[in-house]
């Protein structure tokens, strides 16, 4: 056969614009090329791999198969752009812009206040456009399912679907059911009935129609494009890969032959995070994404055959249709494909994804395979040598990521039966999410009974998850066929399994004893679901009891849905005041339409060279040599940079405190930065990096974890103690003394903007100029300045905006950026640094892990005397702000308790591990949750429900004292607790969960309710200052810089409106362009929850100099326009720029007394939430979430509402989901979002609603408001206890004490392993010489 010829030109178009790419890079992402060669950077990165969905763009492509053009939403970040041959992109630039016209999704999740940082949005605008482009009137689970790809990390969701849901008819949009009569989307929008609360947050009014006129149309070029048969290899030769597209199916196969160890890419869902974030090198790579032949679906009779290149969600849309079109019983198979895809991944990646790639991966915790092979699957293979067929079963699996398939064989395509009758399937999963996570353990199942009777012909099960390869439970099959379905085949059943299945101690994910339990809960369930149906089918078998069927209902994932109030401002406020209304977020529009700028996004200057960190691999050892050799020869490598390279001081300074820039002699954690290597562009310096050979030695001792250090005696300065009462005394007087300790695990920030900046020399004087995400942009001009001998005066920091902060940018930033700057001073150039997530996850660290370790004297009636807790953090390898944190921890031991004597001590433990640092909250979560933990215990102790003990103890006097003698007053939080438990209908709701425990044996709910008072400002009373600058220029404009930093919070808009109040004029003459170390120096941290106070009131003290300056002209000149005014102004000599200050209370504590006023005010709140978990799986659904939050007088009930929200999805990520895991070496394990898993859409409660407390005041704070950042993550807390709650009802109920021990976050492991019961109990606990993570 004569070979085609070779073309090498890839012809697409961008957002309309046709591109000719005669030298495409196979090794390119269409990610890469849109922001660098494109220059649309819109598209964001925020984790490489296909796990978060910022880089969502749509593809459309010419469908010859269907003849229609198909739009699907893709990751960009995975997408090669040597596969674009053909298709049109479209990028959020190219949907609509503030320069040209809006499109209406971008509008309205602008206006819906659905953009915080931005960073995720135009991820989430893409995703919903091309719903709307495929179904122009959507459903809320079409939305819901959109969406499942896509995660943010600030807004907790809610809002942005409250903008979009806004696309959907009235009557379509209801799908989590009516509430009180009402569909949610009138229910959302409705004022209170008391007259100066409301409910409307945003206004549909006005709002852009759906037009679809304003929709690029497929450029017809491509349509006569993909009708023309193709002759032509594309084939493209890259630095290191080649990239060839056959054109047929032939043709492919010729390929294949001739390079055997080439794979073929159609999705690159696998290959691709292998090959960009793994460094796998595949020189030849064959794409079979252009292969008609591989996607072909026919009918038959009795089965159906889909090629292997049909898409996931290709296959979903068949088998719905398969289940409509063949009825219940013949569809079994399809039935159980669907609900796994409902699922798999996230719809990105589904529309990416193969089922052959899925099948090849061969990796176990892909889900298809054990579902095919229960299925009796058959492959069909093709090669040069002809065609074969090979069953799909365990024994395709040769190993992990390994098949039978030779390597010159393809696979063609899958046949799939239809159920036969009598027979039954079933499939099963549990992921560390419920939806887009891999599973932690699958299944597949199936049973044939003879016909009208429950005896057993044939049984299959497999399992993934459980080995290296696909698991089958031959033996236990084997045993059982011919067997009646009942009890005794269940009991004997599982103890077959029980002994055929196992979990090698050393098996990768650990787990083990939680994946044998679920190996045997799965077969239950199965057992369950069979017994069920015959039942249906009137075959006599053995009677279910009712409260057993719980084990079958299978949790619904909805769509967040809430109410939220808020006090209007008085009627007499002028309509041109903006504070107290909730106006939409300064830069949500340009955050919707990728016009805002973030760090990364800035064009790079002439002469860019790129950063990247080399680190170190040991946890404690010496540096005995580093040879950069090789990766300085590698080419466009410029330079390494270690600490020698490093022109003035080679450390960070923190209170007192150094840390080595570069590490020098010795490394002490894993992670640590030893050096970077300086190239071209970030490909080469990321290989080159990998290249530069450390050789160590050991030292010792080496240690991670807390219990580590307590057994070294490890801990940093300062140790601290707070007290009051006598304990000693409190504990003789008690009725009982209660001893235990609670563990909280860290939490990694997860912002979705990785760290990063760029560093360019201004070529004379020394000036160095840095475009930096920092939350401190005054502390890294301050280290820079150190680390270069450079005085401040020549280093300007400036910060537009960040792609989310947490606190994790104050600190790790500065070092980072001292680096970029050696490089920069180092090269005479520019120099960029963007951290990749996994090197951000590793070098950056997060919260601290905390454990708390107590005892208690309480009363009979649960009032508590005496507490002495002892707080210990990891404070990781060097101090950073970890004293401050403890600090914190402890000056919110008391929460909201008036526990007569209290003492509590801090000791932040030092380890090998990388350095924790500041993380919203601050400390104040894990303080707040062991005395919850405390009240929950005597609680439980005391047989009360919690919420009556934590009553009991609250602080109540008009005036109080906090165990640290503050003055304040409660009164606020009490009015919270009391609303909170009369809006969650509380009482009510406790009887029914009361009640449902009772009826359901295998699910069980539990609620939980919590004060909260939090400390606000910096407890370092010298932080708590604001300047402001504002300039008024000749045609009227204002721009206003100031110190902070915005990150999603709203700050910006929040100081605009303040100055729109006192200069009167609107908020759109107001500007604020950046935060500029040159403009506000010295400038605090944006932390601690302070920022709005200290700049909002510095704002208003530059405006009201400025008024005051213009008063007399004003009077005189009455009829003026304020830009008459100003001009006059000008001209009279005025000065029209004035700067603003705020000097913050003096807050500070006096340790040695115990005493002093560590906090300005306190925000209070209350939150009560309900959840039902799965006994057997572990699985847990958040059901409803009531808050009422005390924010004095918001500023912007909708920036306040929202920072509420946000705050509580992440403490839902912090307190049940979000773990991270360590290698007993000390390595983390956990570094990108598919084995970390932060909250997605599926996490946040159906029922979230968000009350703003009215007539609330504070004295302390500008225009009476509180400040609230950081409160509601603690609020997370009230998921974990309730879940407590829950776990303990289903002990009672077995049996079992409900007096048992649950750390933090609540998994579903730890939930299922606390469910004992006859499954937990048939898995014998196994002894490991060596765990696969550690809990640090
Ligand atoms: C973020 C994320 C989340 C995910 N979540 C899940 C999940 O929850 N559950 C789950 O099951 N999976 C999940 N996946 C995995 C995903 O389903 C698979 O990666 C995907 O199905 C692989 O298909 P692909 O076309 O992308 O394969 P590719 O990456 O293109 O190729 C994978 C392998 O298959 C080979 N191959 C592909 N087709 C053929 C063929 N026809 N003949 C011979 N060899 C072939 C390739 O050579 C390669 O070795 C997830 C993936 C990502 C990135
Ligand atoms: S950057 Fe593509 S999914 Fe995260
Ligand atoms: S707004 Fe979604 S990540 Fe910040």
Not at 273 to 284: A, C, Q, R, S, Y
Not at 472 to 493: M, N, P, V, Y
Not at 1011 to 1038: M, T
């Amino acid at each position: 056969m004569s070979r085609p010829s070779v073309n090498n030109e890839l012809i697409f178009y961008i957002n309309g614009k046709k591109i000719v790419e005669k030298n495409a890079d196979p090794g390119e992402m269409l990610l890469a090329y849109l922001r660098r060669k494109a220059g649309l950077t819109g598209t964001k990165y925020g984790c490489g791999g296909g796990g978060c969905g910022a880089c969502t763009v749509m593809l459309s492509r010419y469908d010859p198969i269907k003849d229609i053009v198909l739009h699907e939403a893709v990751n960009a970040c995975l997408q090669p752009v040597c596969s674009l041959q053909g298709a049109a992109v479209v990028t959020v630039e190219g949907v609509g812009s503030t320069k040209t016209k809006l499109h209406p999704v971008q509008e309205r999740i602008a206006k819906a206040h659905g953009s915080q940082c931005g960073f995720c949005t135009p991820g989430m605008v893409m995703s919903m456009y091309t719903l709307l482009r495929n179904k122009p009137q959507p459903t809320m689970e079409d939305i819901r399912e959109s969406l499942g790809g896509n995660l943010c990390r600030c807004t907790g969701y809610r809002p942005i679907i409250d903008g979009f849901k806004t696309f959907c008819e009235a009557q379509t949009c209801c799908q989590n059911g009516e509430r009180n009569g009402k569909c949610c989307m009138e229910e959302s929008n409705c004022h209170n009935k008391e007259s100066d609360i409301s409910g409307e947050i945003f206004n549909m009014d006005n709002l852009l129609p759906l037009d679809p006129t304003q929709d690029l149309i497929f450029p017809p070029e491509l349509l006569l494009l993909a009708k023309q048969p193709r002759v032509e290899h594309l084939c493209f030769q890259g630095e290191r890969v080649k990239w060839i597209s056959p054109v047929d199916l032939n043709d492919l196969i010729e390929l294949k032959a001739e390079y055997p160890d080439a794979p073929i890419l159609v999705g690159n869902t696998t290959l691709g995070p292998k090959m960009t974030l793994k460094g796998t090198l595949h020189p030849v790579v064959i794409y079979g994404g252009d292969i008609p032949g591989l996607r072909a679906i026919k009918w038959a009779k009795n089965y159906v055959t889909v090629g292997a290149g049909c898409s996931l969600s290709v296959l979903k849309e068949t088998f719905l249709q398969a289940i409509q079109d063949l009825g219940p019983e013949k569809s079994k198979v399809y039935q159980a494909l669907v609900q796994t895809l409902q699922c798999l991944a996230g719809k990105q990646i589904r529309n990416m994804a193969t089922i052959g790639g899925n099948i090849l991966s061969a990796n176990p915790k892909y889900d298809l395979s054990s579902i095919l092979a229960a299925a009796k699957c058959t492959l069909h293979i093709i090669s040069k040598d002809g065609a074969r067929e090979m069953p799909l079963s365990e024994e395709f699996f040769t190993g992990f990521a390994k098949t039978a398939l030779r390597s010159d064989e393809i696979l063609l395509a899958i046949d799939i039966p239809h159920s036969k009758p009598w027979e039954f399937m079933s499939v099963f999963r549990q992921a560390q999410r419920r939806e887009f996570a891999f599973s932690i353990v699958n299944a597949g199942m199936k049973v044939v009974f003879r016909p009208d009777s429950n005896v057993v012909e044939h049984l299959d099960i497999f399992y993934g998850g459980v080995g290296p390869t696909l698991v089958r439970a031959r033996h236990t099959s084997k045993k059982l066929i011919g067997r009646q379905w009942d009890d005794k085949l269940l009991a004997e059943g599982t103890q077959l399994l029980e002994e055929e299945i196992t979990v090698p101690p050393t098996a990768p994910g650990g787990q083990e004893e939680y994946r044998k339990t679920l190996v045997l809960s799965f077969f239950f369930k199965f057992y369950m679901e069979v017994l069920l149906e015959l039942q249906e089918r009137k075959v006599d078998v053995i009677d279910l009891s009712l409260e057993y069927l719980s084990a079958l209902k299978p949790f619904k994932n909805e769509v967040p849905q809430g109410n939220y109030s808020f006090q209007l401002v008085p009627e007499a406020q002028s309509l041109s005041y903006p504070v107290g209304r909730p106006n939409v977020h300064q830069a949500g529009l340009q955050q919707a339409t990728g016009e805002a700028v973030y760090y990364d996004d800035i064009p790079s200057v002439k002469g860019e060279l790129f950063v990247s960190m080399v680190t170190s691999t040991r946890a404690h050892a010496k540096i005995i040599s580093i040879d950069a050799s090789a990766a300085l020869a590698i080419p466009g490598v410029v330079t390494f940079l270690s600490a020698k390279d490093v022109p003035g001081q080679n450390r960070r300074l923190w209170f007192n405190n150094p840390e080595e820039v570069f590490a020098e002699e010795e490394v002490i954690c894993v992670g640590q930065i030893i050096g970077a290597i300086v190239a071209e562009n970030r490909e080469q310096a990321k290989r080159a990096a990998e290249q530069v050979h450390v050789s160590y030695q050991d030292i010792q001792p080496v240690f991670f974890t807390i219990e580590e250090a307590i057994e070294h005696q490890s801990f940093f300065d300062p140790k601290r103690k707070l007290e009051r009462g006598n304990v000693e005394e409190g504990f003789e007087k008690a009725d009982h003394i209660l001893e235990g300790e609670m563990y909280m695990g860290g939490q990694e920030h997860f912002y979705m903007e990785t760290q990063g900046l760029i560093a360019i020399p201004k070529g004379e004087a020394e000036e160095l100029d840095l475009y930096v995400a920092s939350q401190h942009a005054a502390y890294t001009q301050e280290v820079v300045g150190i680390t270069l001998g450079i005085a401040s005066n020549k280093i300007t920091c400036h910060v537009k905006r960040l792609g989310g902060g947490f606190g994790g940018k104050v600190m790790k930033i500065a070092t980072l950026s001292a680096i970029t700057a050696t490089a920069a001073y180092k090269t005479g150039r520019a120099v960029r640094c963007v951290l990749e997530r996994g090197d951000d996850m590793l070098i950056t660290s997060g919260r601290h892990p905390f454990l708390g370790k107590y005892k208690v004297g309480y009363m009979n009636d649960g009032s508590i005397l005496a507490a002495d807790i002892t707080y210990y953090s990891n404070g990781g390898c060097t101090l950073d702000e970890s004293s401050f944190i403890m600090e914190k921890a402890l000056l919110h031991m008391d929460n909201g308790y008036k526990i007569p004597h209290l003492r509590g001590r801090g000791l932040v433990c030092k380890t090998y591990l990388p350095s924790y640092t500041a993380f919203r909250g601050f400390g104040g979560p894990q303080g707040l949750t062991i005395i919850e933990s405390v009240l929950h215990e005597v609680a439980v102790k005391c047989g009360w429900p919690a919420h009556k003990v934590r009553d009991i103890n609250m602080y109540k006097d008009e005036q109080c004292y906090t165990h640290h003698k503050q003055l304040f007053s409660p009164r606020d939080m009490v009015r919270c607790w009391d609303e909170c438990l009369e809006k969650s209908d509380y009482h009510q709701r406790l009887l029914h969960i009361q009640q449902f425990n009772a009826h359901n044996h295998w699910k069980k709910r539990g609620i939980s309710i919590v004060p909260l008072k939090f400390g606000i400002g910096f407890s370092k009373g010298f932080y708590n200052q604001g300047a402001a600058l504002v300039n008024i220029y000749k045609d009227g404009s204002v721009l206003v810089s100031h110190g902070g930093t915005e990150m999603g919070q709203g700050i910006n808009t929040k100081a605009i409106q303040i100055a729109s109040r006192i200069l009167k004029v609107p908020m759109s003459t107001i500007h604020i362009k950046e935060t500029c170390t040159g403009n506000v120096p010295n400038a605090a941290p944006s932390a601690a929850s302070f920022g709005t106070d200290a700049v909002g009131m510095a704002v208003k003290n530059a405006c009201e100099k400025l008024m005051g300056r213009l008063e007399t002209l004003i009077k005189k000149h009455s009829q003026y326009t304020w830009q008459q005014l100003v001009v006059e102004a000008y001209c009279q000599k005025i000065s029209l720029s004035a700067t603003g200050f705020f000097m913050g209370p003096h807050t500070s504590i006096d340790w040695e007394k115990s005493e002093g006023p560590a906090y300005y005010y306190f925000t209070f709140g209350a939150c009560c939430s309900e959840v039902e978990i799965d006994c057997l799986t572990g699985d847990h659904k958040n059901i409803r979430t009531d808050i009422v939050m005390d924010v004095g007088r918001s500023i912007n009930p909708a920036l306040d509402i929202g920072q509420v929200e946000g705050g509580f999805v992440q403490g839902i990520g912090l307190y049940t989901i979000e773990e991270l895991h360590f290698s007993p070496e000390g390595v983390l394990l956990t570094r990108g979002p598919s084995q970390y898993k932060m909250p997605a859409l599926c996490d946040v409660p159906p029922q979230l609603n968000v009350h703003l407390l009215s007539n609330a005041e504070n004295p302390y704070a500008i225009y009476s408001s509180k400040g609230i950042g950081e409160p509601p993550v603690f609020f997370g807390c009230t998921l974990f206890f309730a879940i407590k709650e829950a776990i303990a009802a289903a002990r009672r109920e077995r049996g079992l004490s409900d007096d048992f021990s649950l750390s933090s976050p609540a998994t579903a492991e730890k939930i299922r392993m606390a469910c004992e019961d006859c499954f937990t109990r048939m898995v014998p606990r196994i002894e490991k010489s060596k765990p696969w993570a550690i809990n640090v």
